[in-house]
């Protein structure tokens, strides 16, 4: 029988996002307290990107692109994503998290407070409900993570990147240069980021948002490239704008979680009036 202890290396979906948010902190960390994966509450963090690295190839890629888009999973709308999208549950303590409507809604709300366009408020309300391809069946490694651009070299500024090492893409010598199977400055539109909730997400409501949210959506998680720097070579001069856009949004999502639960119930007369404005009543999933 095949082994299954490593198959969910987080004990919850979001348990990236709270990893992600400790790494990019602004506030002040000692030397040993920063990025410190050897303490052991980051070893499910560390075990999910031994997974994600190993996996994350450029075939894979291709093939979960294939799978899912032409969007045939689903139909429905907006709003009844965020309500399906909260059937995924913390399985380990279902006592206190907050659900997944609840932190969309903080995002949201964070952006709304700073009196940021509607679009924007939007953006933080959808950002995550790419999320829903761990209930159509994917593992964490393949629907969370850091983002990364595949077929070509893995940046060391990727977090942990030393797991590249199991990757087969890495023995392959095209694939291990810096421009790959790129031309140079060809524009993240004809790169592959490594396969996850964000580009799926884009596929499905890039029609109806403009091109900043677009950016938003599909780039929140490319921390190599808007945080570190990395990957300037493939960009265009739209792309690099356009990461300003990206580097606004990521402190909502990072930084909006806390312990007061929004109401729901009063507040979703105004999310279903903003979805109106942008969505039609069905969107292909």
Not at 85 to 102: A, F, G, K, M, R
Not at 137 to 154: H, L, N
Not at 160 to 172: I, S, T
């Amino acid at each position: 029988m095949r082994d299954t202890t490593n198959d969910q290396p987080l004990h919850h979906v979001d348990d990236w996002d709270d990893d992600v948010g400790s790494r990019y902190s602004d506030q002040e960390k000692t030397t040993s307290e920063f990025r410190n994966y050897e303490a052991p509450e980051h070893n499910r963090v560390r075990e999910f990107y031994r997974l994600n690295h190993e996996h994350q190839t450029l075939e894979f890629n291709r093939l979960k692109r294939q799978q899912y888009l032409p969007l045939r999973q689903r139909r429905m709308g907006i709003w009844e994503a965020m309500e399906y999208l909260n059937t995924l549950v913390d399985q380990s303590d279902p006592d206190t998290e907050l659900s997944q409507i609840e932190h969309l809604m903080q995002s949201a709300e964070a952006i709304r407070r700073d009196g940021h366009p509607r679009w924007f408020i939007l953006t933080g309300l959808v950002h995550d409900l790419g999320k829903i391809l761990c209930l159509y069946g994917e593992p964490q490694w393949s629907v969370v993570g850091d983002t990364f651009p595949v077929g070509c070299a893995f940046s060391d500024k990727i977090v942990l990147a030393e797991y590249f090492d199991a990757n087969p893409d890495r023995q392959d010598i095209e694939l291990s240069t810096a421009q790959g199977i790129y031309e140079t400055n060809t524009g993240l539109d004809n790169v592959l980021l490594s396969w996850g909730h964000d580009e799926y997400l884009y596929h499905v409501v890039k029609n109806y948002l403009p091109i900043e949210a677009q950016y938003m959506i599909r780039y929140h998680s490319f921390y190599a490239g808007h945080r570190e720097g990395a990957y300037t070579h493939l960009m265009s001069p739209t792309d690099e704008a356009m990461m300003e856009w990206v580097k606004k949004f990521n402190p909502y999502d990072l930084y909006s979680k806390s312990d007061q639960r929004p109401d729901v119930q009063a507040l979703k007369p105004y999310y279903c009036e903003l979805i109106d404005e942008f969505f039609p009543k069905q969107l292909d999933w």
